[in-house]
C-alpha cells in the first residue's frame, strides 16, 4: 500500500494508518517484512506472518509510547530507509524492570529512484514521531504541555555532585537519548556554588525550550531561586524544567518516577527513566513552598525544609558524598548514636480544619501580591508589575500565628520535617499520598523521647513508605498550606531542599501551580 494511504481496521484492534512492505533492515538484499502502523504501534510481520487482514499476530510489536524519535534517510544506490529508537521496560530475572534500548531499521525500494524512495521513508518517519507523542490530559486545563520539536535545551550540570559521575553518566546515557529524541543540547557546567543561580538569574533564556538541571536536588534549588529573582519570572517559571539524577540524594527525581508510575529504581535505571520522560516532553505544574526567615530572606523551595535529625544527616554525611547514596546510611548510624533532642516552638495551619475530613489541599485562595517577606500583604488592586506572590497565609515572623493555626504543645523534637513531595531520597519514600500539584505542605514531626531502636524503624520502613504503619506515638504528620518554626536557640541545622541554613526563625506557605517540570504522567 503506498505511504500515506489508510488501510481497514486491524479485526478486533486498532486503525492501521499506513502499511507497506519493506526490508527488514538497511542493507540491499535483507528480507521483507509487513509493516502496518496503528495509533498505537508499529506491527511488524515477516514473510511467513500474515498482512493487514490476517489473523495471526504480528512477529514483533513497537509501542509509540516507548518511541523518542524516528529518522528517514538515503541509502545506496537507489532505496532509502526509516527506523525509529524505543525504550521499552524490559524485566530482567531478579529486580526492577529497566527500559532498553531498541532500534529498527526499515529499507525502502518502492520507488524507482531515490528521491520518491526518500518521500516514503520520510512519511513514516513523520507519522511515527506524531503518534509518539505523548497525549495531553485535557481535563485539567492548561496544566499539561508538550515540549516542540526539535527542541533546544539548557543542560546545567554540576561534574561534583554526587560520587562525580555527573558529566560521565551524561556523556553516556543522556546525550544519545537526546540526540534520538531531536533534542539540541546547550551544556553548562557549573564551576563554583551559586554559578548556575547566576547563569539562570541573568541569561537570556528565550533561546531555549527547557532548562535540565544534571545533579542534585541542590542545583535545582538554586535554578528555581535564580528564576525567581529575575524581573520577568512570571514568564520564565513557565518554561519547564527538568531534574536528572546526578546527585546523591535525587528526591525530586524520585518522586517524578514515582508519580509516573514507574517502580522504584536507583542510579543507571532511575536516570534512564528521567532521560526517557525528558524525551517524551511531557511537562505539567508544581508547586512551590515560599520559606521567609527572620533575618530578612525569601527563599522558594520545590522539596522540602528540615530542622533536626534528618538536617543532620544530611549536612553531616556531605564529607562521605564520593560514597553517592551510601552517604545516607552512614550519616543516619552516626546522628543515631548521638541523637540530640531540639526545642522550639512548631505552628501550622491544617490544610483540613474541620475535623475528620480527608486531606484536600486543592485550590487556595490566590495570593495577592507583596515585594517582600513579612510585610503584610498589599491590598487588592495595588499588585506591582513583576512583583513576587505574597505569602497571604503568614502574618510578619514577629507576631503570633494567626488563631486559628494549631500551636503544637509539645516544644522539645528530634526532628522537623516539612516535605512537598513523595521521596525525601531515592530510597526513603516520606510522603506516599505527595503530587507535584496537590497544593499541601506534608508535615512531620518527631517529639523528643523516641528510643534509637524506634527511630531506626521509621527510618527502614521509610523506604516502603510504610512508617506511619509502626503507629509510633513520637511520630505526627499532618497536611498543612503553611508552617512556622522558632527555634529556641541557634544551635541546630536547618536545610532547604538539602542545602544548610542559619538556624532561625522560619515560616513558609504552599504557593500552588508555581513553576512547570517534566513529568511521565
Same mark, same amino acid.
Given at each position: 500500500?503506498?505511504?500515506?494511504?489508510?488501510?481497514?481496521?486491524?479485526?478486533?484492534?486498532?486503525?492501521?494508518?499506513? *502499511?507497506?512492505?519493506?526490508?527488514?533492515?538497511?542493507?540491499?538484499?535483507?528480507?521483507?517484512?509487513?509493516?502496518?502502523?496503528?495509533?498505537?504501534?508499529?506491527?511488524?510481520?515477516?514473510?511467513?506472518?500474515?498482512?493487514?487482514?490476517?489473523?495471526?499476530?504480528?512477529?514483533?510489536?513497537?509501542?509509540?509510547?516507548?518511541?523518542?524519535?524516528?529518522?528517514?534517510?538515503?541509502?545506496?544506490?537507489?532505496?532509502?530507509?526509516?527506523?525509529?529508537?524505543?525504550?521499552?521496560?524490559?524485566?530482567?530475572?531478579?529486580?526492577?524492570?529497566?527500559?532498553?534500548?531498541?532500534?529498527?531499521?526499515?529499507?525502502?525500494?518502492?520507488?524507482?529512484?531515490?528521491?520518491?524512495?526518500?518521500?516514503?521513508?520520510?512519511?513514516?518517519?513523520?507519522?511515527?514521531?506524531?503518534?509518539?507523542?505523548?497525549?495531553?490530559?485535557?481535563?485539567?486545563?492548561?496544566?499539561?504541555?508538550?515540549?516542540?520539536?526539535?527542541?533546544?535545551?539548557?543542560?546545567?550540570?554540576?561534574?561534583?555532585?554526587?560520587?562525580?559521575?555527573?558529566?560521565?553518566?551524561?556523556?553516556?546515557?543522556?546525550?544519545?537519548?537526546?540526540?534520538?529524541?531531536?533534542?539540541?543540547?546547550?551544556?553548562?557546567?557549573?564551576?563554583?556554588?551559586?554559578?548556575?543561580?547566576?547563569?539562570?538569574?541573568?541569561?537570556?533564556?528565550?533561546?531555549?525550550?527547557?532548562?535540565?538541571?544534571?545533579?542534585?536536588?541542590?542545583?535545582?534549588?538554586?535554578?528555581?531561586?535564580?528564576?525567581?529573582?529575575?524581573?520577568?519570572?512570571?514568564?520564565?517559571?513557565?518554561?519547564?524544567?527538568?531534574?536528572?539524577?546526578?546527585?546523591?540524594?535525587?528526591?525530586?527525581?524520585?518522586?517524578?518516577?514515582?508519580?509516573?508510575?514507574?517502580?522504584?529504581?536507583?542510579?543507571?535505571?532511575?536516570?534512564?527513566?528521567?532521560?526517557?520522560?525528558?524525551?517524551?516532553?511531557?511537562?505539567?505544574?508544581?508547586?512551590?513552598?515560599?520559606?521567609?526567615?527572620?533575618?530578612?530572606?525569601?527563599?522558594?523551595?520545590?522539596?522540602?525544609?528540615?530542622?533536626?535529625?534528618?538536617?543532620?544527616?544530611?549536612?553531616?554525611?556531605?564529607?562521605?558524598?564520593?560514597?553517592?547514596?551510601?552517604?545516607?546510611?552512614?550519616?543516619?548510624?552516626?546522628?543515631?548514636?548521638?541523637?540530640?533532642?531540639?526545642?522550639?516552638?512548631?505552628?501550622?495551619?491544617?490544610?483540613?480544619?474541620?475535623?475528620?475530613?480527608?486531606?484536600?489541599?486543592?485550590?487556595?485562595?490566590?495570593?495577592?501580591?507583596?515585594?517582600?517577606?513579612?510585610?503584610?500583604?498589599?491590598?487588592?488592586?495595588?499588585?506591582?508589575?513583576?512583583?513576587?506572590?505574597?505569602?497571604?497565609?503568614?502574618?510578619?515572623?514577629?507576631?503570633?500565628?494567626?488563631?486559628?493555626?494549631?500551636?503544637?504543645?509539645?516544644?522539645?523534637?528530634?526532628?522537623?520535617?516539612?516535605?512537598? *513531595?513523595?521521596?525525601?531520597?531515592?530510597?526513603?519514600?516520606?510522603?506516599?499520598?505527595?503530587?507535584?500539584?496537590?497544593?499541601?505542605?506534608?508535615?512531620?514531626?518527631?517529639?523528643?523521647?523516641?528510643?534509637?531502636?524506634?527511630?531506626?524503624?521509621?527510618?527502614?520502613?521509610?523506604?516502603?513508605?510504610?512508617?506511619?504503619?509502626?503507629?509510633?506515638?513520637?511520630?505526627?504528620?499532618?497536611?498543612?498550606?503553611?508552617?512556622?518554626?522558632?527555634?529556641?536557640?541557634?544551635?541546630?541545622?536547618?536545610?532547604?531542599?538539602?542545602?544548610?541554613?542559619?538556624?532561625?526563625?522560619?515560616?513558609? *506557605?504552599?504557593?500552588?501551580r508555581l513553576c512547570r517540570v517534566l513529568c511521565g504522567s
Amino acid at each position: 500500500m503506498a505511504a500515506g494511504r489508510r488501510a481497514p481496521p486491524e479485526p478486533g484492534g486498532e486503525p492501521v494508518l499506513l *502499511q507497506g512492505v519493506f526490508g527488514a533492515g538497511p542493507t540491499p538484499g535483507a528480507a521483507s517484512c509487513s509493516l502496518s502502523l496503528t495509533p498505537l504501534e508499529l506491527q511488524v510481520r515477516g514473510p511467513g506472518g500474515s498482512c493487514g487482514g490476517g489473523s495471526a499476530g504480528p512477529d514483533a510489536v513497537f509501542r509509540l509510547a516507548d518511541c523518542v524519535g524516528s529518522a528517514a534517510f538515503p541509502a545506496a544506490p537507489t532505496a532509502a530507509c526509516f527506523s525509529l529508537v524505543c525504550y521499552p521496560l524490559r524485566g530482567p530475572r531478579w529486580g526492577s524492570p529497566c527500559r532498553q534500548r531498541l532500534e529498527r531499521t526499515f529499507r525502502v525500494c518502492l520507488a524507482p529512484d531515490q528521491e520518491g524512495n526518500l518521500r516514503i521513508a520520510q512519511a513514516w518517519s513523520r507519522r511515527i514521531r506524531e503518534l509518539s507523542v505523548p497525549a495531553v490530559p485535557s481535563q485539567d486545563g492548561d496544566s499539561y504541555g508538550v515540549l516542540p520539536r526539535p527542541c533546544r535545551a539548557l543542560v546545567l550540570l554540576n561534574p561534583q555532585s554526587g560520587a562525580g559521575r555527573a558529566l560521565e553518566d551524561f556523556r553516556a546515557v543522556v546525550q544519545p537519548m537526546l540526540a534520538e529524541a531531536d533534542i539540541a543540547a546547550t551544556v553548562f557546567i557549573t564551576e563554583r556554588p551559586h554559578h548556575a543561580h547566576e547563569k539562570v538569574r541573568d541569561e537570556d533564556l528565550s533561546q531555549w525550550d527547557t532548562l535540565v538541571v544534571m545533579a542534585g536536588d541542590g542545583l535545582l534549588y538554586e535554578v528555581v531561586n535564580g528564576l525567581m529573582e529575575r524581573p520577568d519570572w512570571e514568564d520564565t517559571m513557565k518554561k519547564p524544567l527538568c531534574i536528572l539524577p546526578g546527585g546523591s540524594g535525587n528526591a525530586l527525581a524520585a518522586s517524578i518516577n514515582h508519580y509516573a508510575g514507574n517502580d522504584h529504581v536507583v542510579k543507571k535505571k532511575l536516570l534512564l527513566n528521567c532521560t526517557f520522560m525528558l524525551c517524551k516532553g511531557l511537562h505539567t505544574q508544581m508547586d512551590l513552598v515560599s520559606l521567609s526567615t527572620a533575618s530578612g530572606k525569601r527563599l522558594f523551595s520545590f522539596l522540602g525544609f528540615g530542622w533536626g535529625f534528618i538536617s543532620d544527616v544530611d549536612i553531616d554525611s556531605e564529607k562521605y558524598r564520593g560514597l553517592g547514596s551510601a552517604r545516607f546510611t552512614l550519616g543516619t548510624l552516626q546522628c543515631l548514636a548521638k541523637l540530640r533532642v531540639y526545642q522550639g516552638r512548631l505552628s501550622y495551619l491544617p490544610a483540613c480544619p474541620e475535623q475528620g475530613n480527608p486531606p484536600s489541599c486543592q485550590d487556595p485562595p490566590a495570593p495577592t501580591t507583596n515585594g517582600k517577606a513579612g510585610h503584610v500583604p498589599a491590598p487588592a488592586g495595588t499588585e506591582a508589575a513583576g512583583a513576587l506572590p505574597a505569602d497571604s497565609l503568614l502574618v510578619p515572623l514577629g507576631q503570633p500565628v494567626p488563631a486559628h493555626w494549631t500551636v503544637v504543645p509539645e516544644e522539645e523534637f528530634v526532628t522537623v520535617y516539612a516535605i512537598y *513531595q513523595s521521596h525525601l531520597g531515592t530510597n526513603l519514600l516520606m510522603a506516599p499520598a505527595a503530587g507535584l500539584r496537590d497544593g499541601c505542605i506534608h508535615l512531620f514531626y518527631m517529639k523528643a523521647g523516641v528510643s534509637r531502636l524506634m527511630l531506626l524503624k521509621i527510618f527502614l520502613a521509610m523506604s516502603r513508605g510504610t512508617h506511619l504503619d509502626l503507629n509510633c506515638p513520637h511520630l505526627r504528620y499532618v497536611p498543612v498550606r503553611a508552617f512556622r518554626l522558632e527555634p529556641r536557640s541557634a544551635a541546630g541545622i536547618m536545610t532547604v531542599d538539602g542545602e544548610a541554613l542559619a538556624c532561625e526563625p522560619v515560616q513558609g *506557605q504552599i504557593h500552588t501551580r508555581l513553576c512547570r517540570v517534566l513529568c511521565g504522567s
